[in-house]
Each structure stands twice: as C-alpha cells, then as structure tokens.
C-alpha cells in the first residue's frame, strides 16, 4: 500500500500539448509538495499546498497549476508543454509539525516532452 | 546559485568500511539539515537529520556532522553495507520553513 502514489509514472508527449501528473498520499499529512529533478539532477521544490491552501509557489512559469481537491491530493497540470519542461516530478507530503523537514516522496513521474 | 553543495558526484568504498559523504552550504540562515537516500526508480527517502543546535546526530550505523563555522555537515556510514549503495543528498532548510533547498547528490556505491 504506497504511501504517496503519483500517476502516470512516465509520460511522453509533443510541445504545446496540456498534461496532468496526478498525486495522492495516503499517511493523513497535511502538507504536500510538487518537486522538479531537471536534467542536471538537482530537485527544486515548485509548490507546497497545507490543507488544500497554496503555502510556497516558487518561480514557476505560470503554465504549471497545482490543484488540490482535498488534502490527500495534489495535482500537477502543465499547458503548452516545452521542452525544458522534460523532468522527473516528484510529489512530497510531510506532517505540519513534528516531524519537520521529513518528506514522503512518491516515486516520481518522468516527463519527457519531443 | 548552489546553496547546497555536493561536490563529489560519486564515491566507492569496500563493504565494511567507512563512506564519507560531504556537503557545503553558503546560506549561514539555514538552520536544519537533512540527508535523504534515492534508490534507481524510487523517491528519495529520508534518512536523519539535524539541527543548528547539535554538532552530530547518530541513527544506528548512520551519523551525521554539523560544522557551522565552516558550513560543512557530512554523513558517515560505518559499516558499509552493499545495500547503501544509492544516490544521497543532503538537504537545509531556514527558519521552520517548509522549503528544502538540495543539493546535486552523490552516488554512494559499495562494493562486496
């Protein structure tokens, strides 16, 4: 029974089309996050919702909408896809307090955008 | 801008031996810091952690070091076993923020 279960696990797709990577944690945290691993590895956290309500929104181009329906699910929607789009997405959830800085991660969609 | 730094990109040891993993920070506001361990296909999972308070914070054979004067924290597994062999990132946060900032990672292989 994962704990955080993102879908679809790989994804391919041509520029300028619309995509959804969809996330749901099963652990009761309220907090969930969206990070990007781009092609030089680094994970870059994009968005952190804490009970359905937007707490972090880095700089991302306003082409990327989170939505989080309740607070077991965070969705990723992506328009008008590009290239330097291709990444591995990774969806997080951690407790409020307590238990700081630990993140549940799922185990990642990768994006690959032609 | 690398705020956290991991200089090495990988590492080999021996089974039984000592790994050292190392990372560098620049933002002397980070007050907590984190290793997470990534297998192939799989999320990162975190490993230990420790605060601004603390020089060292012990978790079985895993130990992590904290240098605020040089902003340097390392991670020491002893001993090595062949299923630490995984990808490691050290991650820092500020302020109870929930943000982490990570670095590039070292892939960590040890060898039976």
């Known amino acids: 029974d994962t704990a955080v279960s993102q879908t679809p696990k790989y994804l391919v797709t041509q520029m300028g089309n619309d995509k959804s990577i969809k996330c749901e944690q099963n652990?009761?945290?309220?907090?969930m996050y969206w990070y990007k691993q781009d092609s030089k590895k680094f994970l870059k956290i994009m968005f952190s919702y804490n009970n359905k309500e937007l707490i972090i929104n880095e700089t991302v181009p306003n082409r990327f909408s989170p939505k989080s329906p309740d607070k077991a699910h965070l969705n990723l929607h992506i328009n008008s896809l590009e290239l330097g789009d291709s990444a591995v997405y990774f969806c997080?959830?951690?407790?409020?307090?307590?238990?700081?800085?630990?993140?549940?991660f799922g185990e990642g969609s990768r994006l690959t955008v032609l | 801008d690398q705020q956290v730094k991991q200089n090495s990109p990988s590492l080999s040891v021996q089974e039984g031996r000592i790994s050292i993993l190392n990372c560098d920070y620049t933002n002397s506001m980070f007050d907590y810091f984190l290793w997470y361990k990534k297998y192939p296909a799989e999320g990162p999972t975190f490993l230990i952690s420790?605060?601004?308070?603390?020089d060292k914070n012990e978790d079985g054979r895993f130990t992590v070091f904290l240098n605020k004067s040089a902003k340097h924290l390392s991670l020491h597994i002893v001993p090595s076993q062949p299923g630490d062999s995984a990808v490691y990132f050290c991650?820092?946060?500020?302020?109870?923020?929930?943000?982490?900032?990570f670095g590039k990672g070292t892939k960590l292989t040890v060898n039976p």
């Open positions: 652990l009761g945290h309220d907090t």
């Open positions: 420790i605060s601004s308070i603390k």
């Open positions: 991650a820092a946060s500020q302020g109870g923020s929930e943000k982490l900032v």
């Open positions: 997080a959830s951690s407790r409020t307090s307590g238990y700081f800085g630990e993140l549940f």
